[in-house]
């Protein structure tokens, strides 16, 4: 399984993949960030799926660009990776089907390019259809999601900086990899500010982070034990207290 994570705040962009490869009763660690970078022209792509279909997808999508095809908007190249996923679709498919294997990749793309008002963020499917997101949606997780949205729900919007977005985007994956064997350290993080057309990236160990994980937990413990507790009396009042 994998957890990849995309927040869009007005002051820019931020990503957390982590890099575990499970396979079997193996496990590996791979790269699942994807970025492209020169003048006027920052994306990254991240991918939850069958590292086959990504390997090639991402492959044919790079040959494009070293090709000298130019996107001058962020979503013509979410259009462009999209039809290297149906094309990796047409080649591959019914033979995976057939050795049992779902043909699934879901891909997070980020960046800005030369003719975006702003920075984007979108959410590719298999099928090669996509959702952008806005306002509304400042997040998306692809991959083991379920105990890594809570947080994120609770404290981002639209007005936090991409340090609070960090900060809450590294507490959903260590909530997400605390319950799941199959998601781990190490960590790549990219980061993009609005309108600089520059990405920046850092992978980050388990041994870089381990303080920041204990220091939330004393505090989530802190701050349970701080929650009155008058309103359970009505209900601990129920319990009989057994006569000898």
Not at 34 to 46: E, G, P, R, V, W
Not at 139 to 148: F, L, M, R, T
Not at 156 to 177: H, I, N, V, Y
């Amino acid at each position: 399984m994998t957890y990849c994570l995309g927040i869009k705040v007005k002051e820019g962009l931020v990503a957390i993949a982590d890099t575990r490869i499970t396979a079997g009763t193996n496990t590996t660690t791979k790269k699942k960030m994807y970025i492209a970078q020169k003048d006027n022209y920052s994306l990254f792509i991240m991918t939850s799926g069958l590292r086959s279909v990504r390997d090639k997808a991402v492959h044919y999508f790079e040959e494009l660009i070293e090709e000298g095809v130019v996107y001058n908007k962020l979503y013509k190249a979410v259009n462009a990776f999209g039809e290297q996923v149906k094309r990796v679709a047409v080649e591959d498919k019914e033979a995976l089907e057939r050795a049992g294997l779902k043909f699934n990749l879901n891909t997070i793309v980020g960046g800005q390019l030369k003719d975006d008002a702003e920075h984007k963020l979108f959410l590719l499917y298999s099928e090669g259809n996509w959702v952008e997101l806005d306002e509304g949606s400042p997040y998306v997780i692809i991959g083991n999601s379920g105990q890594g949205k809570a947080i994120l729900n609770r404290v981002l919007d639209d007005e936090s900086t991409m340090k609070q977005a960090l900060k809450a985007g590294f507490l959903s994956f260590d909530s997400t990899r605390v319950s799941n064997n199959d998601v781990e350290f190490p960590i790549d993080v990219v980061l993009y500010k609005k309108d600089s057309f520059s990405i920046v990236e850092h992978r980050y160990e388990k041994k870089d982070l381990e303080k920041v994980s204990e220091l939330w937990a004393e505090k989530l413990k802190e701050d349970l034990d701080e929650i009155p507790e008058d309103w359970m009396d009505i209900s601990f009042d129920k319990i009989q207290v057994k006569q000898d």
